[in-house]
């Protein structure tokens, strides 16, 4: 067993794993080793360890606790994000160490205390009866665990992005375009939507200015079908809601002159689902009990996924794919007919979906791939190696939204977060009460929402149509300043945190505010983003900071479409609008006049 480890950015960020190499003989690995084993000095009363719950649209809940004793994370649902985001941050003493298990299955971070005077982290794979056969001369890999060391939070974050930009999550150019999507799941779901919607909806999407229109489920099935209980029947398309086919409307997008994607989940096999008959070969069971999902530990099950996904990506000439996934598989597949062993199975079918996201990169370099898990439970460093863009969860009003972000941002460049503009539910959500044709809207409270949207990966899912001309405009103006400005700005530069963490029901942080420092080349040289949630009171206390003192600066207000001139502290600093109130938002730009 060899432990191995990649140094970033002269030590700031490391990568760490182990390898297990059998010899002439086969070997069984049983439980996994940790990928990373460290041993700090932290006397009793010195270190903390904070983490994030997770759930159901109740991502990125902090946690912490104190390290006289030690802390088990650990998730065994077999989805990383299901129930603990697979990201937590240590501090002892005056030092930070954040650290990231790239895994999208199961994991563990284990904080140990040894004694009064010592404590020892153990990360990577979780699930204690694992084990996985070697054969002679092959190599077992357990999945990376990265380790940011920093004097605080916020330069940790930044490393962890510079690092992830050049190595992981390196954009591919059709993610560096930072298109802006339309997806109309939220107000028609499977049961309002079919081709003349759609379509409706796809053409006022190109009128304002936005890239992608994006179908998502009950684009399948049969006519009054539940879609989860149809997954897994990627051919059948519902005649009766797109009588032209799939094919046929994507033509139609185009020719709007704007792109056509698709929501699929591949993986997925729903109670009723005709794939079950015809290739039961492919089903994931436990102990002979069905798990709901194709197995991709299993080489044919990779190959008719690639095929369901290839087919529809060609015909339809994808240009963006949403990839779900909707269910907890927990310690995987047993089948003995799979390839993978008995006990290895959910390991087997990571590995699988990585392969799977890869060749489909490969074979399709114009498709955006989004990766989805019933929102965000499933997103982690290492999946995000493996697709341009992750959803951060299904709910989306701005005080959930800020929160994903706020935290979420800790541990990936803000470029890969997917997050879309307060939603316009169909269904019932005592939170997602946008409403296009709310006679209430205003100006100010639309450019809130849109602002938060536009600091990760950009998109809406209203009923467009039912927008206001004047809301329209507002939706347009937000597109064009998030290509042209927001988003380069986002992802050339050093997102830093200006408050707290807000959080759900009130509580948290309620003035909100965010820099970005750009480096010289980029649309400005900083970008300013502040909200004040329902609950802010008093006057704004954020402020950038960190420019140079004294220094006369041009202020261009990216909402209000102004501009003015401001000047900088003594301390560098300068302060956002006083007056802003709660449920509005302040976007600008910062450059130094010379
Ligand atoms: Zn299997």
């Known amino acids: 067993m060899v432990a191995c480890s990649r140094t970033f950015d002269d030590g700031a960020v490391v990568e ?119 054969a002679p001369g092959a190599t077992f890999r357990t999945p990376p665990v990265v380790l940011a060391r920093a004097d605080d939070a916020e330069a940790a974050a930044i490393a962890l992005a510079r690092v992830g930009r050049r190595h992981w999550f390196a954009p591919r150019p059709v993610a560096a375009r930072h298109p802006v999507e339309w997806n109309p799941w939220w107000p028609y779901e499977d049961v309002d939507i079919d081709e003349a919607t759609f379509m409706s909806g796809a053409e006022e999407a190109q009128r304002l200015g936005l890239d992608v229109a994006v179908l998502d489920a009950g684009w399948f099935g049969v006519p009054g079908g539940d879609w989860q209980e ?140 989004e990766a989805c898990s019933s929102g965000g439970l499933r997103w982690d460093h290492g999946i995000a190696r493996h697709v341009d863009l992750g959803f951060q969860s299904d709910p989306d009003w701005p005080e959930h939204a800020l929160s994903v972000f706020w935290a979420a941002s800790r541990f990936f460049p803000p470029e890969l977060l997917l997050h879309w503009c307060d939603s316009e539910w169909r269904g019932e959500h005592p939170q997602q009460r946008f409403r296009a044709d709310d006679p209430a809207l205003e100006p100010g409270a639309l450019d809130f929402r849109l602002a938060i949207a536009m600091l990760g990966a950009f998109g809406l899912s209203q009923r467009l149509v039912d927008l206001p001309s004047w809301a329209g405009e507002r939706v347009a103006h937000a597109a064009h300043a998030y290509r042209d400005t927001v988003a380069p700005c986002v992802a050339q530069g050093d997102l830093r945190r200006l408050s707290g ?73 300068l302060p956002f609008p006083s007056d802003l109130e709660p449920e509005r938002a302040w976007l600008a730009t910062l450059d130094p006049i010379t």
Not at 324 to 350: I, K, T, Y
């Open 501 to 573: 963490q807000p959080l759900r029901s009130g509580r948290g942080a309620r003035w909100v505010g965010f820099q970005v420092d750009v480096p010289e080349g980029g649309p400005a040289r900083h970008l300013l983003a502040g909200f004040a949630l329902p609950g802010a009171t008093g006057s704004n206390p954020l402020a950038a900071h960190g420019l140079e003192p004294g220094a006369r600066l041009r202020v261009r207000d990216l909402l209000a479409g102004t501009e003015r001139t401001a000047q900088a502290d003594d301390a560098g600093r």
């Open 16 to 134: 760490h794993w182990v390898e297990v190499r059998a010899g002439e003989e086969p070997e069984r690995i049983a439980p996994a080793p940790a990928s990373l084993t460290l041993r700090l000095a932290a006397p009793l009363g010195s270190a903390s360890l904070e983490w994030w719950r997770s759930g159901w649209g109740e991502e990125w809940e902090p946690e912490r606790a104190d390290l006289d004793a030690s802390v088990r994370l650990e998730s065994l649902a077999g989805r990383s994000s299901a129930r603990l985001h697979p990201f937590a941050v240590l501090r002892v003493g005056d030092e930070l160490l954040a650290v990231a298990v790239a895994w999208s299955g199961n994991w563990a971070i284990d904080v140990e205390r040894l004694d009064d005077d010592e404590i020892e982290l153990r990360a990577g794979l979780g699930d204690a009866g694992f084990a996985h056969d070697l």
């Open 230 to 369: 149809l997954r897994g029947d990627w051919d059948r398309v519902n005649a009766v809601r797109f009588p032209s086919g799939l094919p046929a409307l994507a033509a139609s997008v185009r020719e709007l002159g704007i792109g056509f994607g698709l929501w699929l989940e591949v993986e997925g096999v729903g109670a009723r689902a005709a794939l079950r008959a015809r290739r039961p070969d492919l089903l994931a069971a436990r102990q002979g009990d069905d798990l709901g999902y194709v197995c991709l530990g299993n080489p044919a099950a990779r190959e008719w996924a690639f095929d369901v996904v290839a087919g529809h990506a060609r015909a339809c000439r994808l240009e963006w794919l949403k990839l779900d996934f909707n269910l907890n598989p927990g310690l995987g597949c047993s089948r003995a007919d799979h390839g993978h062993g008995e006990h290895d199975g959910l390991w087997a079918h990571v590995t699988g979906l990585y392969e799977l996201l890869d060749r489909l990169r490969t074979e399709f370099p114009a498709m955006l791939l």
